[in-house]
């Protein structure tokens, strides 16, 4: 079965320092991996996604992800964090062995220090 | 524009009296989904349906109804709404391909007194 799992529930840095978030997931199949945003009172935006092409994926706002099929991970990183990345974090999985579920994992919520 | 659309936003009702929100998207995408978002779970995926008349069970199914008669509108309907359904829920949409993007509403907040 699928299932998703995010190591922290808060990660806190301050401006201008690298961001980690992990993923872990677990799934039968190759799955597709997506990580998304959600700025606080707003909707869900696609930052990137993993579908079986090139292993590190660049996505939007200089944030990237790297799928480690070893390690079952799809952890999410940007080099310099800015004030404005504040906000909670989903890592998502989807594949066929779970039919056409989607699950996410319970989110990392970033908090970017002046 | 492309979007996916949700009403009411907010809504506060009383137990057990019937609702249904609703959603349409005009992308004409298969795949729509609910979800509901409650604080230290992540989004859980409440039904989702492949096409028109076309739906099943996601992880948490227990006291909601869907129906999907159109390609566009996939309403979710509580017809019994209990205070534990109190959440933020999500419609969305992507194509019939797994690895594409879900476009999400911007959710509908519910109270149940």
């Known amino acids: 079965a699928q299932s998703v799992t995010q190591l922290d529930s808060h990660v806190s840095v301050s401006e201008g320092t690298p961001v980690l978030l992990r993923c872990n997931y677990s799934?039968?199949?190759?799955?597709?991996l997506f990580w998304y945003v959600q700025h606080p009172n707003k909707g869900l935006q696609l930052l990137l996604k993993?579908?079986?092409?090139?292993?590190l994926v660049k996505g939007i706002n200089g944030f990237e992800a790297e799928f480690k099929k070893s390690e079952t991970s799809f952890h999410l990183t940007k080099p310099s964090a800015h004030m404005s990345d504040a906000a909670e974090y989903f890592c998502?999985?989807?594949?066929?062995?779970?039919?056409?579920?989607?699950?996410f994992g319970a989110g990392t919520r970033l908090f970017v220090k002046a | 524009e492309a979007q996916v659309t949700q009403n009411p936003r907010y809504l506060i009702t009383v137990t057990g009296k019937k609702l249904t929100v609703t959603c349409s998207q005009n992308?004409?995408?298969?795949?729509m989904s609910w979800y509901r978002q409650d604080p230290g779970l992540g989004l859980r995926q409440i039904y989702y349906?492949?096409?028109?008349?076309?739906?099943d069970k996601g992880d948490v199914p227990e006291g909601y109804k869907v129906s999907r008669k159109e390609k566009r509108n996939f309403p979710l309907i509580l017809e019994s709404p209990s205070p534990n359904q109190t959440s933020l829920y999500f419609c969305?949409?992507?194509?019939?391909?797994?690895?594409?993007?879900?476009?999400f509403g911007p959710g509908t907040r519910l109270t149940v007194l």
């Open positions: 969305a949409s992507r194509t019939g391909i797994s690895t594409d993007t879900q476009y």
């Open positions: 799934s039968s199949y190759s799955p597709s």
């Open positions: 993993y579908t079986s092409a090139a292993t």
């Open positions: 998502v999985v989807s594949d066929l062995t779970g039919g056409f579920k989607t699950i």
């Open positions: 992308m004409n995408h298969e795949y």
């Open positions: 349906s492949m096409n028109v008349e076309v739906t």
